[in-house]
């Protein structure tokens, strides 16, 4: 199983990104997603869920109505569109397979993780 993760960056307060994942050696679109960040000295943090029809979201609330997470079945591919970033957004994004539960906010049940990718906001 892989999980590339990519699309980080350095961006302006206010501006925007799309996180990307690149899901192989799994049936993608049976598994559910989600979306963790870890900003240097914090534990790593729940930022978005979903589930593998795409047709249920979960969102932490400090990202909520800022940041959209996606899927593309097709491609194999997890996204995350994150739109006015602020400075406290700044952490590597990792992508992780869901292995079991309705608990998509725990770290615990998710095995598979990507390698991050950094996100910096700043002016």
């Known amino acids: 199983v892989q999980l590339q993760a990519s699309g980080g960056g350095l961006v302006q307060p206010g501006g925007s990104l799309r996180l990307s994942c690149a899901a192989s050696?799994?049936?993608?679109?049976?598994?559910?997603m989600g979306w963790f960040r870890q900003a240097p000295g914090k534990e790593r943090e729940f930022v978005a869920g979903?589930?593998?029809?795409?047709?249920?979201?979960y969102y932490a609330d400090s990202v909520k109505g800022r940041f959209t997470i996606s899927r593309d079945n097709a491609k194999n591919t997890l996204y995350l569109q994150m739109n006015s970033l602020k400075p406290e957004d700044t952490a590597v994004y990792y992508c992780?397979?869901?292995?079991?539960?309705?608990?998509?906010?725990?770290?615990?049940?998710?095995?598979?993780w990507g390698q991050g990718t950094q996100v910096t906001v700043s002016s």
């Open positions: 992780a397979r869901k292995l079991y539960g309705t608990n998509y906010y725990s770290p615990s049940t998710y095995d598979y």
């Open positions: 050696g799994i049936i993608f679109s049976i598994n559910s």
């Open positions: 979903i589930s593998g029809s795409g047709g249920s979201t």
